[in-house]
């Protein structure tokens, strides 16, 4: 049975939920523009219960640390078929090696090992609600 999910503590995801967030699936980031329009993009990222934090590797040039840094606020969505995830939260751009490094490993243990990148940084995402349909 399918069951709704809305949810504003992380810590209180079912067992189905936490499968889901632990399954190889692509997902996408909504940040906002200057203008405030929206930008969407694909992306891997991996979701930590422990912290209630969802890690974003990527370039520190990339438009969606731009908007991190203006705006503060992010949306990652996973989808599979009738199943979906909505974590939305305050959104931070980590540059510190520790926390780069860290970011880099959750990544390679949900997808492989990224390849090179000096430029690389996290987006973290501190997820304060939870939507969706996963079970």
């Not at 009738?82 to 959104?91: D, I, V």
């Amino acid at each position: 049975m399918w069951s709704t999910v809305a949810v504003l503590d992380p810590a209180a995801l079912t067992p189905d939920v936490l499968a889901f967030l632990a399954e190889r699936h692509v997902g996408t980031l909504s940040t906002a523009r200057s203008d405030g329009t929206l930008h969407v993009c694909a992306i891997a990222f991996t979701w930590d219960a422990t912290a209630g934090l969802v890690r974003i590797i990527t370039g520190d040039r990339s438009q969606k640390v731009r908007n991190v840094e203006r705006h503060g606020r992010a949306a990652v969505a996973q989808v599979d078929g009738p199943r979906w995830l909505s974590l939305e939260g305050r959104a931070r751009v980590a540059r510190d090696p520790a926390a780069v490094a860290d970011a880099v490993a959750r990544h390679a243990a949900r997808y492989r090992e990224p390849g090179p990148n000096p430029a690389r940084v996290a987006i973290e995402i501190d997820v304060v609600r939870i939507l969706g349909r996963a079970g």
